[in-house]
């Protein structure tokens, strides 16, 4: 479950950003201010709030250190700002003066892309603050922007609806007609879909736009076989145009925010709907995840921030076991594996784990000898019809060791089913 936990309201217009990093929490909004929170409690910082821009504030983004926060406004400037004393470090002009919509820190901090309404894109150097190199899509207003995980490309959306990707030297890679009204928001996952070649890497990547799409992408880039953009799949939920969408920093959870004033939160593995969120009052024009940990923020023309919170029982909905069993699962008690288990539809387990007092870190060190020797688990993976049909002849031993089976209690292997999944959707469309 998605938990309100918090809400924000001390913007006195509309709130068109928000980002996170892993201590802070910045919004901006048409009121012309920045504004940074903590973490830890959401008080404003005292440096707060952060003044300069003379219009609207579109868009703010954290350096990956989070040490610097970058602005960008009507008044055709982009900022930066020292996240510790809130001193601008440097107000950078857009060389056609055009209002600047959105901005983006490459993961490795040393260039911002900042995108205006007239198309033209710049890539900045973030040391000296100068201008690097530049370039322009054919039509249309630059309204959004992302980075690859590795920083190789970045993609630009345009209100025309064109996505364009470009490479770390400016150079146009590919365009093409993304959404037919408009796009308004793109997201790459910062997990990589992994195919075990060191020179051949897939990112998923997220746009939504004014035709009430959100679309889902596989990017591939190789050194060899150049860049290349397939289209996956469409998500459907809203009724009116989709302004905003993001990633999950463990790339399992999806979320955008709509004109139709709901924000929906989607499972990215199985594309279903894990929650719809309806609290604002008015368009919700942004959605963040923080890093590290399951905290989401959605801003709205309704003035207000909200803060989410997310349970267990939503990790289990969106985490293959194999990812959870890696970062969620060293602290977990007793109880939190029973109701792990019981999630991942296994419920003939939880009395066998519990004899055995099966914890967090007990369930990290279960190898596949564990459970058949010391929990009486063949452990094997077994087509149904097979094992249903070996069982059905009073068969009772292992079909891969030939041992004694203690019990023919039969549990899915949706990791397994996860996998084969993934691999079918990246591969085969």
Not at 43 to 56: G, I, M
Not at 139 to 165: Q, R
Not at 266 to 275: C, G, S
């Amino acid at each position: 479950m998605a938990k309100l936990i918090h809400t924000l309201a001390d913007h006195s217009d509309d709130v068109n950003c928000c980002a996170f990093s892993s201590s802070l929490l910045a919004t901006c909004s048409l009121d012309k201010t920045i504004r940074l929170y903590f973490l830890s409690d959401f008080t404003e910082l005292p440096l707060s709030p952060l003044k300069f821009h003379t219009y609207a504030v579109h868009c703010c983004c954290f350096s990956p250190s989070g040490h610097i926060l970058a602005s960008c406004s009507t008044d055709g400037t982009t900022a930066l700002w020292n996240t510790q004393n809130g001193q601008m470090l440097a107000a950078m002009e857009q060389p056609s003066g055009s209002p600047v919509r959105v901005c983006r820190f490459s993961p490795d901090s040393t260039r911002l892309v900042s995108g205006a309404a007239d198309g033209t894109v710049v890539l900045w150097n973030t040391q000296s603050y100068k201008l690097h190199r530049s370039g322009s899509v054919k039509d249309g207003s630059l309204v959004a922007c992302a980075f690859s995980p590795n920083g190789i490309i970045f993609v630009t959306g345009s209100s025309c609806g064109d996505l364009t990707v470009w490479d770390d030297k400016m150079r146009c890679l590919h365009s093409e007609k993304a959404h037919d009204l408009g796009i308004t928001c793109c997201d790459f996952s910062s997990q990589p879909i992994s195919d075990g070649e060191q020179d051949l890497q897939f990112f998923r990547l997220a746009s939504c736009g004014q035709d009430c799409q959100i679309k889902i992408w596989v990017v591939s880039f190789t050194h060899i076989l150049g860049f290349k953009l397939k289209y996956k799949s469409t998500l459907h939920g809203h009724c009116a145009p989709v302004l905003a969408c993001a990633f999950s920093h463990n790339g399992q959870l999806l979320v955008s925010g709509s004109v139709d004033k709901s924000v929906i939160v989607y499972d990215t593995n199985t594309e279903n709907i894990l929650h719809t969120l309806t609290q604002h009052t008015r368009y919700v024009t942004t959605c963040a995840f923080a890093p590290n940990i399951l905290l989401l923020a959605t801003g709205s023309m309704d003035k207000t921030v909200n803060i989410w919170q997310f349970d267990l029982e939503t990790l289990c909905q969106a985490r293959s076991a194999e990812d959870h069993l890696k970062h969620f699962t060293e602290d977990w008690s007793e109880d939190d594996v029973s109701a792990w288990l019981c999630a991942q539809d296994l419920k003939d387990l939880v009395d066998i784990f519990k004899m055995n007092n099966i914890d967090g870190r007990e369930l990290l060190n279960l190898t596949k000898e564990c459970l058949a020797d010391d929990l009486k688990i063949d452990g094997y993976s077994y087509e149904k019809e097979a094992i249903e049909n070996w069982i059905s002849k009073k068969k009772r031993t292992s079909p891969m060791t030939n041992l004694v089976l203690p019990s023919t209690v039969l549990t899915p292997n949706r990791t397994l089913k996860m996998a084969i999944n993934r691999w079918l959707e990246t591969y085969q469309k």
